[in-house]
């Protein structure tokens, strides 16, 4: 969920995510509310109306604030003049990557994998702090702007530090998160096996429990990897 206020730019989508938990009943009073139209399948724009929020989940959408009995302690927030509509979701991103913001806009595809991709000399030169804030950066810019869901195809895993960096940088940053660690092989001696151990030591890890960062798996060497490599990640995934 976002909220925009129309006198200001500012969004509110990061005060919300962490409101919004740390109340038992929330309702927004006479916002433009964008909803969905299942019936036609198109967004649905209400007008003056309302939007209740029990714990986490939207409760209720109540057009021309006609509502019904609110739950006891209720918290209400006047939204006249702002704008509510769903968070978006990215599918496809490199959280870590916000590091390289603005000295990377003209590169070819060629030189990105060259210079800044996984291969590249990050590898060598990042440390698990400058991972952490790359991708605490990324997390933050995309709650500021409106989404709430991202797949993160985390390829700044150059060893299990930076692994580490980078998903403790996503689970303090509150975004909901597909948070898939790439296995891939680099030359700096963090093998393909090493990836494998670590992968598993986050399948137990009690703080992916919460329901906010999910675990995944970024792979792409079906068709350069062996029968075998192949069949252990993808176990690891069944």
């Known amino acids: ?8 730019p500012a969004l509110l989508a990061l005060a919300l995510a962490r409101g919004v938990l740390a109340q038992n009943s929330t309702f927004f009073h006479g916002a433009t509310i964008i909803a969905f139209d299942e019936g036609s399948s198109r ?8 939007l209740l929020v029990v ?7 109540f057009e021309n ?3 019904d009995e609110l739950p006891p302690g209720t918290e209400v927030i006047d939204a006249t003049g702002r704008i509510i509509s769903p968070g978006f979701i990215d599918t496809h991103h490199h959280l870590w990557q916000t590091a390289y913001k603005t000295i990377a806009s003209n590169t070819t595809l060629a030189q990105y994998f060259q210079r800044y991709g996984e291969y590249g000399p990050a590898a060598q030169h990042f440390n698990p702090d400058e991972i952490r ?21 985390a390829h700044g895993d150059f060893s299990n530090e930076t692994m580490d ?3 403790d940088a996503t689970l303090e940053s509150g975004i909901r998160s597909f948070f898939a660690p790439a296995i891939h092989e680099l030359g700096n001696g963090y093998s393909i096996e090493d990836q494998r ?4 030591s986050l399948v137990d890890d009690p703080r992916l429990d919460n329901g906010t960062v999910t675990l995944g798996l970024a792979y792409d060497r079906f068709y350069m990897a062996s029968q075998t490599e192949v069949d252990s ?4 995934v069944r």
């Open 197 to 200: 151990y670590k992968l598993l």
């Open 65 to 67: 604030n006609s509502t």
């Open 233 to 236: 990640f993808w176990n690891i």
């Open 165 to 167: 960096a980078a998903l």
């Open 55 to 61: 714990n986490d989940r939207i409760a209720g959408l």
């Open 133 to 153: 804030v790359g991708q605490l950066a990324g997390c933050l810019e995309l709650l500021y702007a409106g989404t709430t869901t991202v797949v993160d195809h």
């Open 43 to 50: 967004p649905n724009v209400l007008r003056n109306s309302s």
């Open 1 to 8: 969920m976002r909220l925009f206020g129309l006198s200001s």
